[in-house]
């Protein structure tokens, strides 16, 4: 039991009613973490932290019954669903109630490119249902086929898709939230345009957000490329080359340095010894655009649908967070970065950074337009050794104008960097959460007035 009483939790779980609630703290512990220990350095640090119960609203109503109840008894709620963020989002700092909100599914509408969702959706059951009105979701992180929509909202960034429509922070890319506050008497707030932005990547400390309503892009047939390359620099410039091609729609595009791609378990017959490759999603009309492009400096080992039903991998699961996933399976010494190159100067630096940890620092690129710009977020795998190396490459990175965003610590301000968005974060948690109850802690800066 954390630092709550026995009796405010029984007092709390009576008021609570008819809504499910879980005790049993085995299963309370494993529904406490997500995959924060990517990071030797959270996994110490949070090792151990636990709710002191989970509760999971069956619908908008329920949770307005518990943020009420929680608010009244003056207990921490952390809001959880599918529990595939990489940075301690979904980790109690202080027990409280675990909100589960994986029963929040259904879909409300979808009209042409737009569509109304509820927050605990899973992306790949929005995708099923949104591509047979011939459309689907701009982006999805690698854990498309277990994240949900609110997950990727409150935690993510970007990922499969922004090659082309950038991350969540751009303007556009989420059109509304509806957010339920935590009072006594709670609210029930529709964010619209770029209000919605107050709830991007905040790690749930802005309000339980009950729904969505995401812009979608044309469904395509997506064919799955990996091209190898003797070089490494030679697949960063083919993959630069390709994202600048704006007649080529494609999904995706990550350059991958050797020896990684020999981690890569069922891939690796595709992935020919000592070579870099590229991973690419590429709509079918434009293959033949692609390959022309490519011409003879890059030889194709892949093509194949994407195919992510059950039982299948797709390749964009060796990509994003997934391509250090791969490596841990089989090697977990090491660990990773998450940087974004100037877009002046993006294969020069990504040269330079090569050469300066030629060993320790292992290159993974995804191709990304950032605020108009394309540009590469790198995702490279670290031979970790210690707290202060990692930390001695992360200055050296920001020196070189590399900019980081550190996957090693759990707040919002110290995590997000350039990928914080562009609201006013702390001044709408101070009106939604007055108590400091959604998920205390994360937010360094916030200091409760009522508390």
Same mark, same amino acid.
């Given at each position: 039991?954390?630092?709550?009483?026995?009796?405010?939790?029984?007092?709390?779980?009576?008021?609570?009613?008819?809504?499910?609630?879980?005790?049993?703290?085995?299963?309370?512990?494993?529904?406490?973490? *997500?995959?924060?220990?990517?990071?030797?350095?959270? $996994?110490?640090?949070?090792?151990?932290?636990?709710?002191?119960?989970?509760?999971?609203?069956?619908?908008?109503?329920?949770?307005?019954?518990?943020?009420?109840?929680?608010?009244?008894?003056?207990?921490?709620?952390?809001?959880?669903?599918?529990?595939?963020?990489?940075? %301690?989002?979904?980790?109690?700092?202080?027990?409280?109630?675990?909100?589960?909100?994986?029963?929040?599914?259904?879909?409300?509408?979808?009209?042409?490119?737009?569509?109304?969702? %509820?927050?605990?959706?899973?992306?790949?059951?929005?995708?099923?249902?949104?591509?047979?009105?011939?459309?689907?979701?701009?982006?999805?992180?690698?854990?498309?086929? &277990?994240?949900?929509?609110?997950?990727?909202?409150?935690?993510?960034?970007?990922?499969?898709?922004?090659?082309?429509?950038?991350?969540?922070?751009?303007?556009?890319?989420?059109?509304?939230?509806?957010?339920?506050?935590?009072? =006594?008497?709670?609210?029930?707030?529709?964010?619209?345009?770029?209000?919605?932005?107050?709830?991007?990547?905040?790690?749930?400390? &802005?309000?339980?957000?009950?729904?969505?309503?995401?812009?979608?892009?044309?469904?395509?047939?997506?064919? *799955?490329?990996?091209?190898?390359?003797?070089?490494?620099?030679?697949?960063?410039?083919?993959?630069? =080359?390709?994202? +600048?091609?704006?007649?080529?729609?494609?999904?995706?595009?990550?350059?991958?340095?050797?020896?990684?791609?020999?981690?890569?378990?069922?891939?690796?017959?595709?992935?020919? *010894?000592?070579?870099?490759?590229?991973?690419?999603?590429?709509?079918?009309?434009?293959?033949?655009?692609?390959?022309?492009?490519?011409?003879?400096?890059?030889?194709?080992?892949?093509? &194949?649908?994407?195919?992510?039903?059950? %039982?299948?991998?797709?390749?964009?699961?060796?990509?994003? $967070?997934?391509?250090?996933?791969?490596? +841990?399976?089989?090697?977990?010494?090491?660990?990773?970065?998450?940087?974004?190159?100037?877009?002046?100067?993006?294969?020069?630096?990504?040269? =330079?950074?090569?050469?300066?940890?030629?060993?320790?620092?292992?290159?993974?690129?995804?191709?990304?337009?950032?605020?108009?710009?394309? &540009?590469?977020?790198?995702?490279?795998?670290?031979?970790?050794?210690?707290?202060?190396?990692?930390?001695?490459?992360?200055?050296?990175?920001?020196?070189?104008?590399?900019?980081?965003?550190?996957?090693?610590?759990?707040?919002?301000?110290?995590?997000?960097?350039?990928?914080?968005?562009?609201?006013?974060?702390?001044?709408?948690?101070?009106?939604? *959460?007055?108590?400091?109850?959604?998920?205390?802690?994360?937010?360094?800066?916030?200091?409760?007035?009522?508390?």
């Amino acid at each position: 039991m954390n630092d709550l009483s026995l009796n405010k939790l029984d007092r709390l779980v009576a008021e609570l009613g008819d809504i499910p609630v879980v005790t049993d703290p085995k299963v309370v512990r494993r529904r406490s973490r *997500d995959f924060f220990w990517y990071s030797p350095i959270l $996994n110490e640090l949070l090792d151990g932290k636990s709710a002191d119960l989970i509760v999971a609203p069956r619908d908008e109503s329920d949770v307005i019954r518990v943020a009420a109840a929680c608010a009244r008894h003056r207990v921490p709620i952390t809001v959880r669903a599918g529990g595939t963020g990489n940075y %301690g989002q979904a980790v109690p700092l202080n027990g409280g109630v675990l909100l589960d909100i994986s029963a929040l599914t259904d879909i409300e509408w979808i009209k042409p490119g737009v569509l109304r969702v %509820g927050a605990g959706a899973k992306m790949n059951a929005i995708d099923a249902e949104t591509q047979a009105q011939g459309f689907e979701l701009r982006m999805h992180p690698s854990t498309k086929r &277990t994240a949900t929509i609110g997950g990727f909202v409150a935690g993510g960034s970007g990922g499969i898709g922004s090659v082309t429509y950038g991350g969540l922070r751009e303007h556009g890319n989420i059109l509304a939230a509806r957010v339920v506050t935590v009072e =006594e008497k709670p609210r029930v707030i529709e964010l619209r345009r770029d209000a919605a932005q107050k709830i991007n990547r905040a790690y749930g400390t &802005t309000g339980i957000i009950t729904a969505l309503e995401m812009p979608l892009a044309p469904s395509w047939k997506w064919i *799955d490329v990996v091209v190898a390359f003797d070089d490494f620099m030679d697949a960063a410039a083919f993959g630069y =080359e390709a994202a +600048l091609a704006d007649g080529i729609v494609k999904k995706l595009l990550a350059p991958v340095t050797w020896p990684l791609p020999s981690y890569f378990g069922a891939l690796k017959p595709h992935c020919p *010894d000592g070579k870099s490759i590229l991973i690419a999603m590429i709509a079918e009309p434009s293959l033949e655009s692609f390959k022309a492009l490519l011409g003879n400096r890059g030889t194709i080992t892949l093509e &194949t649908p994407t195919d992510d039903s059950p %039982g299948q991998v797709p390749l964009y699961e060796y990509t994003w $967070n997934h391509t250090t996933l791969q490596v +841990l399976k089989s090697d977990r010494s090491v660990t990773y970065l998450q940087c974004l190159y100037p877009h002046d100067r993006l294969l020069e630096k990504v040269a =330079e950074m090569r050469e300066l940890f030629p060993d320790e620092v292992l290159q993974h690129l995804e191709f990304i337009r950032f605020g108009g710009r394309v &540009t590469c977020s790198g995702l490279p795998v670290v031979r970790f050794r210690d707290a202060h190396r990692l930390n001695e490459i992360i200055s050296l990175h920001e020196q070189r104008g590399v900019y980081i965003a550190n996957p090693h610590v759990y707040t919002v301000e110290d995590g997000s960097r350039y990928k914080r968005a562009d609201a006013d974060q702390l001044g709408f948690k101070q009106e939604v *959460d007055p108590f400091g109850l959604l998920n205390p802690g994360k937010m360094r800066s916030f200091v409760s007035a009522r508390a």
